[in-house]
């Protein structure tokens, strides 16, 4: 649970946020002058100790105030890290796996494994932490289980030094890639929200479509896209979004459950959207070994096609609870571009640029968000940059970062252990023999695992460990690459509004007054077809924008089966059209819309035909009925 710091440790904390902000700069901007690992170490030398304070142990009186567990725990990271900062020369010339492991090497490996898994624990929840912990004692003891999962077995020696002492386990890549990507992004959100510019995303949402009926809804919708494209973080993007809407979506007459899981719904989704896609795109265009334009182009039809039906969903939801038009009080325009929208535009249009003309990524967000700074720094008085105000950004950026990266040295652990030890190929084979015959099997039983995996985790920590266990099973399917990595990217951000773990949910169901759980099973419901999209273009990668699949056949098929397809089944989905379906109409909308969605030809014919059924009992046939009366 996070700590509300005030006074001296209050302070401390963001001094402590402000100084990582800069050193992480500076190695986005000039590289790691001091080297890989040495600036890994010092960066969870402060990452640690932040944590330890930040966040509490539990629930407790006692957990809720700094205590001695807390300082012991501080004392433990600072020694174990510390060592590595101080020996650095001698850690960087030993040979991996030849030079002997001291046994008080052996101790500070095993104190700096402690401190990171309780600090996960206490950022993240106990799912990553665990999962990490069983990884290990697997790798331990596994030796010793039934032939079926058991393996050769390794002894402690050898994952302390692969842990603690090489690249491959704390110190990994995904540490890496989260401090060299996703830190500029973090930054990025930070300084709109400081600048006051995420408020001029409802603004403009507002003035867009306050007129229509569900106005709230659906200004949620766009407005929260842009939020979360900045922020990149659900749950904050459902808070920031969620405590405008969700109030005013109650009074003109949504249930508590269905505002808390659409604002839940779109600061998941606005992870899905291109331009910028949240932060964990960066690091699939990173794994994948593409610029990251390519991600964008992979993603965009995908996202499109959610967001299609996700708005259907809800123009046939406003329907079904009879809400009326509900003016909302707008600002003008020029009003909303003069409060500050101008400087989302200007940095977006630099960041693009950069990217577009291949520039590094980190480096590319560096330039948008100093351009977001220089437009702050000359607006008109309101709101503008001053020392206090970029002080309190590095601070925030700090200690936001520290949330990100500590789950990310947890999935160096769990991704470590796994590729250095074989284990995730042993996990491939598994897949691959129980999808052997179907490749639905295969995509089913890898998007439930990630689904699991992923609970408690962020979208980069859970794509990471995704893709390193279910990628190669996938690929050796005959999956192309794209298609693996976006359908493993997609069920890991997920996470946020599937129960039990559904940080999103969570937070919409807080500021609706609804119970959690009930909201994010809503949230699930409002949000399905992000877990069916995947299958979607596993089976027609045409829909990934890969021109070798490109034809003038996929532009007949998604006019003529996947636009139809996704209104049918929003419509069954909320049982509603022209007027409320009975059951057994709503089971044939969601049979038919699925079956529109259908590779195969004949299955979505049969489907159009069920989309002209109900279209005529339910928009024709209607009209009828209505005109009857009248007529006679």
């Known amino acids: 649970m996070n700590r509300n710091l005030t006074g001296i440790f209050g302070h401390i904390m963001s001094v402590i946020g402000a100084v990582l902000s800069v050193f992480v700069l500076s190695i986005v901007v000039v590289g790691p002058m001091l080297g890989y690992a040495l600036s890994l170490a010092i960066f969870l030398f402060f990452a640690l100790p932040m944590t330890f304070m930040m966040y509490s142990g539990g629930k407790s009186p006692f957990w809720m105030k700094i205590n001695v567990v807390d300082w012991l725990l501080t004392l433990i990271s600072i020694v174990s890290i510390g060592y590595l900062i101080v020996n650095a020369d001698h850690i960087l010339t030993r040979i991996e796996y030849v030079s002997d492991i001291s046994a008080f090497e052996m101790t500070m490996g095993v104190l700096a494994l402690v401190a990171v898994l309780e600090a996960t624990r206490r950022a993240m929840g106990t799912a990553m932490a665990v999962i990490a912990l069983v990884l290990l004692l697997y790798v331990a003891y596994g030796n010793h289980l039934p032939a079926v999962i058991s393996h050769s077995g390794y002894d402690w020696d050898w994952i302390i030094d692969t842990m603690f002492l090489t690249s491959k386990g704390i110190f990994g890549s995904p540490l890496w890639v989260v401090i060299t990507l996703a830190f500029p992004f973090i930054l990025y959100g930070v300084i709109l929200e400081e600048l006051g510019i995420l408020r001029t995303f409802l603004d403009f949402a507002n003035r867009l479509l306050g007129r229509s009926p569900g106005a709230p809804a659906k200004t949620a919708i766009v407005a929260g896209t842009m939020v979360g494209m900045a922020s990149g973080l659900p749950m904050s993007t459902t808070y920031l979004i969620g405590y405008p809407t969700i109030p005013e979506m109650k009074k003109v007459g949504y249930p508590g459950r269905t505002a808390g899981g659409i604002a839940a719904v779109v600061g998941t989704a606005a992870q899905l959207m291109p331009p910028m896609l949240g932060v964990a795109a960066f690091i699939v265009a990173q794994y994948m070994g593409v610029p990251y334009i390519k991600v964008c182009q992979y993603t965009l039809l995908p996202a499109l096609m959610f967001y299609f039906a996700f708005y259907c969903t809800i123009s046939f939801e406003t329907r079904k609870w009879n809400i009326a038009v509900h003016e909302i009080v707008t600002l003008t325009y020029s009003k909303i571009m003069a409060n500050g929208l101008y400087i989302f535009i200007v940095s977006m249009i630099v960041l693009i640029y950069f990217l577009v003309m291949f520039y590094p990524v980190g480096l590319s967000a560096l330039y948008a968000c100093a351009t977001a700074l220089v437009l702050g720094l000359i607006r008109k008085k309101q709101n503008r940059l001053n020392v206090k105000m970029f002080y309190n950004i590095l601070a925030r950026t ?167 397809g996704l209104i049918l089944f929003a419509a069954g989905l909320s049982g509603f059209w022209a007027k409320r379906m009975q059951w057994y109409d709503t089971v044939v909308a969601l049979a038919g819309g699925v079956m529109m969605l259908f590779p195969i030809f004949a299955v979505q014919f049969v489907g159009l035909v069920v989309f002209i059924y109900i279209f005529i009992r339910q928009d024709i046939y209607s009209m009828y009925l209505r005109k009857k009366p009248a007529a006679a």
């Open 398 to 564: 700090g200690k936001t970062s520290v949330y990100i990266s500590i789950a990310c040295a947890a999935a160096g652990v769990i991704t470590g252990l796994l590729v250095e030890t074989g284990l995730n190929l042993k996990f491939a084979n598994m897949v691959i023999g129980l999808g052997r015959d179907s490749l639905f099997i295969a995509l089913l039983l890898s998007a439930l695992a990630i689904l699991v995996l992923s609970m408690g985790m962020p979208s980069i920590p859970a794509y990471i460990t995704g893709i390193a266990i279910f990628g190669p099973a996938l690929m050796k399917l005959g999956v192309i690459a794209p298609v693996a990595h976006i359908f493993v990217f997609y069920y890991a951000t997920l996470y946020s509004i599937t129960p039990p773990v559904a940080f999103a949910s969570y937070a919409g169901a807080q500021i609706a007054g609804e119970d959690p759980m009930m909201t994010g099973l809503v949230a699930c419901k409002l949000g399905i077809m992000t877990y069916i999209i995947p299958f979607l273009f596993a089976y027609n990668p045409a829909l990934l924008l890969i021109p070798e699949y490109w034809d003038i056949w996929q532009v007949l098929r998604l006019v003529f089966f996947y636009i139809p």
